[in-house]
């Protein structure tokens, strides 16, 4: 089956502090995409990875793709309360069309 | 920009009622997508639409869940009847190409059913 595996599952972080979210594929991706949603909300795009040993960054956060195309990390430097949600990643399979999205991390931000 | 809009926002029927949910994409996305997102969980996607043909329904309960999407603009998903599984948020999103993960989402509409 088509899993992506998020961990953890939930983080409650002081405001300052530095946090890392990982994602990992059991199947090598096309792309791997970062979204961020709030509480009762749609979902917000963040950054997409395609290349093996990409990494990008968009303000305080940082989302990396590993060389495999497998997994993937999201960085959060300096956490504010802005940045409490839930955290998604989703992916494109290399084989198929079917976007798929993992189990989510909520992050609680205390001030 | 316009983002994408869905209505209504929240939605209270009994089992075995139906209910319908419509969605308007950004003007000019070819693809669009139905997503389930149930209480604590990613979403799932239900049906992806490129234009108005089909390009994944696998995940579809056809026996009770249809979506159509004519003259490739606006969609509709359509639950009849509804059990109290299907209880949960259900999103919208669209996105300029088939093979693209930047997908734009509406705000989603929350179903209970009771």
């Known amino acids: 089956s088509q899993e992506l595996e998020q961990s953890p599952q939930s983080l409650i972080v002081q405001e300052g502090k530095n946090l890392t979210i990982n994602c990992t594929s059991s199947k090598t991706l096309y792309g791997l995409y970062w979204y961020k949603q709030k509480y009762g909300e749609g979902l917000i795009f963040l950054m997409m990875l395609q290349k093996g040993g990409e990494e990008k960054s968009h303000e305080k956060i940082t989302a990396k793709l590993d060389e495999k195309k497998q997994q993937s990390s999201l960085h959060i430097t300096a956490s504010q309360p802005s940045h409490a949600g839930i955290y998604l990643c989703g992916a494109d399979p290399i084989t198929g069309n079917q976007f798929y999205f993992g189990t989510g991390t909520s992050l609680t931000v205390i001030p | 920009e316009a983002g994408v809009a869905q209505s209504p926002r929240y939605k209270i029927i009994e089992k075995r009622q139906s209910v319908a949910f419509w969605c308007n994409p950004i003007?000019?996305?070819?693809?669009l997508y139905w997503y389930q997102q149930i209480l604590g969980q990613g979403p799932k996607l239900l049906i992806q639409?490129?234009?108005?043909?089909?390009?994944?329904d696998s995940q579809l309960p056809k026996d009770r869940f249809s979506a159509e999407r004519l003259k490739g603009v606006d969609s509709t998903l359509k639950i009849q009847p509804a059990k109290l599984e299907d209880s949960a948020v259900y999103l919208c999103?669209?996105?300029?190409?088939?093979?693209?993960?930047?997908?734009?989402f509406g705000p989603g509409t929350r179903l209970t059913v009771t």
């Open positions: 639409f490129q234009n108005n043909g089909v390009v994944d």
């Open positions: 999103a669209s996105s300029s190409r088939v093979r693209q993960g930047e997908q734009y």
């Open positions: 003007s000019g996305h070819a693809t």
